[in-house]
């Protein structure tokens, strides 16, 4: 397989498979997102997406939709063409069948059934096989973090989102925090649920303001799978998470200081129970992590609050930051910062970010701080 830096004619065509992909956001896992885009001629003939879990895959989605007979085409696509069969069979077969000449690849696919196997097929089929680097590369992994995250530890990838003023607070110190972000950033949170696998809260939070930790956006294929990380399992049972565990699911993640009686309350009501054992909170969140990760959970949105943050950041369980700045200033010795725990005792060992940027969302700004990249 040849490793190349895509020309710019390329470098188009592979921004659109991506761009592509990035449309059905949400809507995939646990597969990841894959766009692809066939070209024969200098003219773009044909493209397509992967839609969802057990719908086709991106390259057979634009073989089929050709305009011609795509024999003898470039085929651009943002991940490496499976070659196994899953829910669906391996793309690399339809695209030999359909006689493509040269297939130019984003990104690879980390999974241990399907990395390397895709190029390799391809090129003993006698098709040209290339993978683009650099910036094309990097958004194309970037898109699929998740997946890649899974694929590597077993574990989601873990997305840190708050609010706070501009003096660092996210809750006044009697605890009222409505609301200190505005209209279109917390429309963009509920987006950003929608996008996700699971969302999760610790216990404080979920006494403290009674979430449903639902997406409330137009279009939402699905909802997120509900965590609530509770070491005593004193969930309440009357509480809008426990009213509406029939509708969407429900996970508690005790420790082994919960009573059976309540964790037992909490099944028979309708929530899926786990138990993570560990000497402190730090191993708690690791073992969490995994047994999340084992129910094809890719993607956790953790929201809250500073206690449940402050343990995953102890635990270097945080992979990217969300923070929605206010113009607003809070003040008082005893308001309540983003993240608690343990923290680090110098400023040299504080955890840094690998990129930063930065968004205006009407008065408030974005700031998104990618902490690991996979």
């Given at each position: 397989?040849?490793?190349?830096?895509?020309?710019?004619?390329?470098?188009?065509?592979?921004?659109?498979?991506?761009?592509?992909?990035?449309?059905?956001?949400?809507?995939?896992?646990?597969?990841?997102?894959?766009?692809?885009?066939?070209?024969?001629?200098?003219?773009?003939?044909?493209?397509?997406?992967?839609?969802?879990?057990?719908?086709?895959?991106?390259?057979?989605?634009?073989?089929?939709?050709?305009?011609?007979?795509?024999?003898?085409?470039?085929?651009?696509?943002?991940?490496?063409?499976?070659?196994?069969?899953?829910?669906?069979?391996?793309?690399?077969?339809?695209?030999?069948?359909?006689?493509?000449?040269?297939?130019?690849?984003?990104?690879?696919?980390?999974?241990?059934?399907?990395?390397?196997?895709?190029?390799?097929?391809?090129?003993?089929?006698?098709?040209?096989?290339?993978?683009?680097?650099?910036?094309?590369?990097?958004?194309?992994?970037?898109?699929?973090?998740?997946?890649?995250?899974?694929?590597?530890?077993?574990?989601?990838?873990?997305?840190?989102?708050?609010?706070?003023?501009?003096?660092?607070?996210?809750?006044?110190?009697?605890?009222?925090?409505?609301?200190?972000?505005?209209?279109?950033?917390?429309?963009?949170?509920?987006?950003?649920?929608?996008?996700?696998?699971?969302?999760?809260?610790?216990?404080?939070?979920?006494?403290?303001?009674?979430?449903?930790?639902?997406?409330r956006v137009e279009g939402v294929s699905r909802q997120p799978r509900r965590v609530v990380?509770?070491?005593?399992?004193?969930?309440?049972?009357?509480?809008?998470?426990?009213?509406?565990?029939?509708?969407?699911?429900?996970?508690?993640?005790?420790?082994?200081?919960?009573?059976?009686?309540?964790?037992?309350?909490?099944?028979?009501?309708?929530?899926?129970?786990?138990?993570?054992?560990?000497?402190?909170?730090?191993?708690?969140?690791?073992?969490?992590?995994?047994?999340?990760?084992?129910?094809?959970?890719?993607?956790?949105?953790?929201?809250?609050?500073?206690?449940?943050?402050?343990?995953?950041?102890?635990?270097?369980?945080?992979?990217?930051?969300?923070?929605?700045?206010?113009?607003?200033?809070?003040?008082?010795?005893?308001?309540?910062?983003?993240?608690?725990?343990?923290?680090?005792?110098?400023?040299?060992?504080?955890?840094?970010?690998?990129?930063?940027d930065c968004e205006p969302v009407e008065d408030d700004v974005l700031l998104t701080a990618?902490?690991?990249?996979?």
């Amino acid at each position: 397989m040849a490793q190349t830096t895509a020309t710019e004619r390329d470098a188009q065509h592979l921004r659109r498979a991506i761009e592509l992909a990035s449309g059905a956001r949400g809507h995939t896992s646990p597969n990841p997102l894959v766009g692809a885009v066939v070209v024969k001629g200098g003219a773009v003939i044909g493209e397509g997406f992967h839609t969802g879990a057990g719908n086709p895959h991106a390259e057979r989605e634009a073989l089929a939709a050709c305009s011609e007979d795509p024999a003898g085409a470039t085929m651009y696509v943002s991940l490496e063409p499976c070659a196994h069969t899953g829910r669906t069979p391996p793309c690399t077969e339809a695209i030999a069948a359909a006689r493509i000449a040269r297939v130019v690849a984003a990104s690879d696919d980390p999974t241990a059934k399907a990395s390397g196997r895709g190029f390799a097929f391809l090129r003993d089929e006698g098709i040209e096989v290339e993978m683009a680097d650099g910036e094309i590369a990097a958004a194309a992994r970037l898109l699929n973090q998740p997946f890649r995250k899974h694929a590597a530890t077993g574990r989601p990838l873990v997305v840190m989102k708050t609010a706070m003023t501009l003096d660092g607070k996210v809750a006044t110190a009697k605890g009222d925090s409505k609301w200190i972000s505005g209209d279109a950033s917390r429309a963009r949170g509920h987006r950003w649920r929608a996008e996700m696998d699971a969302v999760a809260v610790g216990l404080g939070t979920a006494l403290a303001d009674d979430p449903q930790l639902t997406s409330r956006v137009e279009g939402v294929s699905r909802q997120p799978r509900r965590v609530v990380f509770d070491s005593e399992a004193r969930l309440p049972l009357d509480s809008n998470l426990m009213r509406t565990a029939d509708q969407t699911s429900v996970i508690v993640i005790c420790s082994r200081a919960a009573k059976r009686r309540r964790i037992s309350a909490l099944e028979e009501a309708g929530a899926e129970v786990i138990s993570a054992t560990g000497q402190n909170e730090g191993a708690r969140v690791a073992v969490a992590l995994d047994e999340l990760g084992a129910r094809q959970i890719q993607s956790l949105l953790l929201e809250g609050g500073p206690h449940l943050a402050g343990a995953f950041f102890d635990a270097g369980e945080i992979d990217e930051l969300r923070a929605f700045i206010a113009p607003k200033v809070a003040g008082g010795r005893t308001a309540h910062s983003p993240v608690e725990g343990m923290g680090v005792e110098k400023i040299a060992d504080a955890m840094s970010a690998v990129t930063l940027d930065c968004e205006p969302v009407e008065d408030d700004v974005l700031l998104t701080a990618r902490v690991k990249e996979w």
